[in-house]
């Protein structure tokens, strides 16, 4: 599995910020903690506007902009990655969800195999998890969403088919966000994507009681 290495995402810019903002002595890396929250907030407002002035079609506009950023973050993450031929479809998986977790999310993970097809990782800590409501994460759905897609388009059977499901969040009042990855049977339906569907339609009701997102 450490066969497998992924490219940095934003590679020239964050050479940059390594070079102009974090040698720079009088610049704190706390700040980037408080930019990032702010738009994340801002892009989880925006979505909660979109869908109350324009109901399903500008919900729909949304989302489908955050799988195409998470597809395209993807594509550039593994450009030129070469799986070697001794990792297995799960091992790859579970590389990739820890690249992911690494590198786009900035969160702690404790990964784990727990088979020949299936994986599993707690996020131990995220940088959402004080200022995200439990509902509030649904908003990351859809950036996983076109990550899977751009993975399965860049390593194709070597990445295998596989469904996701989120058991718990720390907005939520759990200890960690937990996430189980299993090798999906052929034909069969598409958990990720299903929750994801069932929260969109939740969104768009009246009033939304705040849940496991």
């Known amino acids: ?39 994340a907030v801002s892009v989880l407002e925006m979505l909660k506007a979109v869908e109350a002035r324009f109901g399903r079609e500008g919900q729909q506009t949304c989302t489908d902009t955050l799988v195409e950023v998470g597809r395209r973050l993807a594509l550039e993450g ?22 992911v977790n690494d ?9 784990s195999i727990d088979g020949p097809d299936a994986c599993s990782f707690d996020i131990l800590w995220c940088p959402h998890q004080d200022v995200y409501g439990p509902f509030d994460c649904r908003v990351q759905r859809y950036l996983v969403e076109g990550l899977i897609r ?9 990445f295998g088919g596989f469904d996701v499901a989120c058991d718990s969040t720390m907005p939520a009042g759990a200890p960690t966000c937990r996430f189980r990855m299993w090798r999906a049977k052929e034909g069969g339906a598409d958990a990720w994507t299903a929750y994801s569907r069932a929260l969109e339609e939740k969104a768009l009701t009246p009033r939304v009681d705040e849940g496991r997102a």
């Open 78 to 99: 593994l450009d030129g990655v070469e799986v070697p031929d001794d990792t297995s479809p799960i091992e790859t998986i579970s590389r990739f969800a820890t690249w």
């Open 1 to 39: 599995m450490t066969g497998i290495k992924l490219n940095q995402p934003f590679a020239g810019a964050v050479e940059k910020l390594r070079r102009d903002a974090l040698s720079h002595p009088e610049y704190d890396p706390a700040q980037l903690f408080a930019w990032g929250q702010m738009m």
């Open 103 to 111: 590198q786009l999310y900035a969160s702690i993970e404790k990964p």
């Open 150 to 158: 751009g993975a399965r388009e860049k390593l194709g059977d070597a």
